[in-house]
Protein backbone atom coordinates (compact mmCIF):
# COMPACT_ATOMS: atom_id res chain seq x y z
CA UNK A 1 0.00 0.00 0.00
CA UNK A 2 1.40 2.95 -0.92
CA UNK A 3 1.75 6.03 1.60
CA UNK A 4 0.36 8.98 -0.63
CA UNK A 5 -0.33 12.22 1.39
CA UNK A 6 -3.42 13.30 2.03
CA UNK A 7 -4.02 17.43 1.15
CA UNK A 8 -5.38 19.36 4.29
CA UNK A 9 -8.26 20.89 2.10
CA UNK A 10 -9.07 16.86 0.75
CA UNK A 11 -13.26 17.12 -0.40
CA UNK A 12 -13.44 21.03 -0.38
CA UNK A 13 -13.37 20.92 4.09
CA UNK A 14 -12.84 24.24 5.38
CA UNK A 15 -9.45 25.22 6.98
CA UNK A 16 -9.29 25.97 10.84
CA UNK A 17 -7.47 28.38 12.50
CA UNK A 18 -5.88 25.92 15.08
CA UNK A 19 -4.50 28.41 17.10
CA UNK A 20 -7.92 30.35 17.78
CA UNK A 21 -9.61 27.07 18.00
CA UNK A 22 -7.38 26.24 21.21
CA UNK A 23 -7.73 30.28 22.52
CA UNK A 24 -11.29 29.77 22.33
CA UNK A 25 -10.94 26.11 24.38
CA UNK A 26 -8.80 27.92 27.00
CA UNK A 27 -11.47 30.49 27.15
CA UNK A 28 -13.95 27.91 27.21
CA UNK A 29 -12.28 26.04 30.35
CA UNK A 30 -11.61 28.92 32.16
CA UNK A 31 -15.37 29.77 32.18
CA UNK A 32 -16.29 26.17 33.26
CA UNK A 33 -13.65 26.02 36.04
CA UNK A 34 -14.46 29.71 37.42
CA UNK A 35 -16.19 28.11 40.36
CA UNK A 36 -15.11 24.70 40.54
CA UNK A 37 -11.56 23.16 39.98
CA UNK A 38 -10.93 19.08 39.19
CA UNK A 39 -8.98 17.69 41.93
CA UNK A 40 -6.50 15.86 39.95
CA UNK A 41 -4.34 16.36 36.84
CA UNK A 42 -6.81 13.30 35.14
CA UNK A 43 -9.82 15.70 35.67
CA UNK A 44 -8.13 18.58 34.52
CA UNK A 45 -7.12 16.58 31.62
CA UNK A 46 -11.00 15.25 31.13
CA UNK A 47 -12.47 19.05 31.31
CA UNK A 48 -10.08 20.69 28.63
CA UNK A 49 -10.90 17.93 27.06
CA UNK A 50 -14.23 18.47 26.78
CA UNK A 51 -13.50 22.47 26.28
CA UNK A 52 -11.73 21.42 23.46
CA UNK A 53 -14.27 19.05 21.98
CA UNK A 54 -16.44 22.22 22.29
CA UNK A 55 -14.40 25.06 20.87
CA UNK A 56 -14.03 22.59 17.41
CA UNK A 57 -17.74 22.32 17.64
CA UNK A 58 -18.67 26.01 17.68
CA UNK A 59 -15.87 26.23 15.36
CA UNK A 60 -17.50 23.66 12.60
CA UNK A 61 -20.74 25.30 13.24
CA UNK A 62 -19.51 28.76 12.29
CA UNK A 63 -18.22 27.55 8.94
CA UNK A 64 -21.23 25.82 8.26
CA UNK A 65 -23.20 28.84 9.10
CA UNK A 66 -20.72 31.13 6.91
CA UNK A 67 -22.06 28.56 3.66
CA UNK A 68 -25.30 29.10 3.65
CA UNK A 69 -27.25 31.25 1.50
CA UNK A 70 -29.91 33.79 2.31
CA UNK A 71 -32.60 31.96 1.52
CA UNK A 72 -31.25 29.21 4.05
CA UNK A 73 -30.63 31.77 6.69
CA UNK A 74 -34.25 32.86 6.12
CA UNK A 75 -35.69 29.20 6.10
CA UNK A 76 -33.91 28.67 9.25
CA UNK A 77 -35.26 32.11 10.87
CA UNK A 78 -38.53 30.83 9.96
CA UNK A 79 -38.17 28.03 11.68
CA UNK A 80 -36.89 29.74 14.93
CA UNK A 81 -39.95 32.28 14.54
CA UNK A 82 -42.48 29.24 14.17
CA UNK A 83 -40.95 27.38 17.60
CA UNK A 84 -41.33 30.79 19.17
CA UNK A 85 -44.63 31.26 18.41
CA UNK A 86 -45.60 28.06 19.70
CA UNK A 87 -43.56 28.55 22.94
CA UNK A 88 -45.27 31.94 23.19
CA UNK A 89 -48.64 29.69 22.75
CA UNK A 90 -47.40 27.17 25.86
CA UNK A 91 -47.59 30.50 28.65
CA UNK A 92 -49.64 30.69 30.88
CA UNK A 93 -52.36 32.93 30.88
CA UNK A 94 -51.12 35.61 33.21
CA UNK A 95 -48.15 36.48 30.58
CA UNK A 96 -49.05 39.24 28.04
CA UNK A 97 -48.11 37.67 24.92
CA UNK A 98 -49.62 40.00 22.68
CA UNK A 99 -46.60 42.41 21.87
CA UNK A 100 -44.44 39.19 21.72
CA UNK A 101 -46.43 37.50 19.10
CA UNK A 102 -47.00 41.12 16.83
CA UNK A 103 -43.51 41.04 16.63
CA UNK A 104 -43.13 37.74 15.68
CA UNK A 105 -45.60 38.02 13.77
CA UNK A 106 -44.53 40.79 11.39
CA UNK A 107 -41.04 39.45 11.24
CA UNK A 108 -42.54 36.38 10.37
CA UNK A 109 -44.30 38.56 7.70
CA UNK A 110 -40.99 40.34 6.07
CA UNK A 111 -39.47 37.28 6.09
CA UNK A 112 -41.89 35.16 3.82
CA UNK A 113 -43.14 38.28 1.80
CA UNK A 114 -46.76 37.96 3.05
CA UNK A 115 -48.93 41.13 4.33
CA UNK A 116 -49.75 41.05 8.03
Given at each position: MPNAPVPAAAGGMPKFSRSQIMCDAWAIY?????????SSAAGRRKWFANALR???ENAKQA??????????????????IKAQMHAL???TFRHSITSDRKALVAELASLTGEAA
Open positions: RQMTRNARPAAWAAEAIKTVSQRAADRVEQDMR
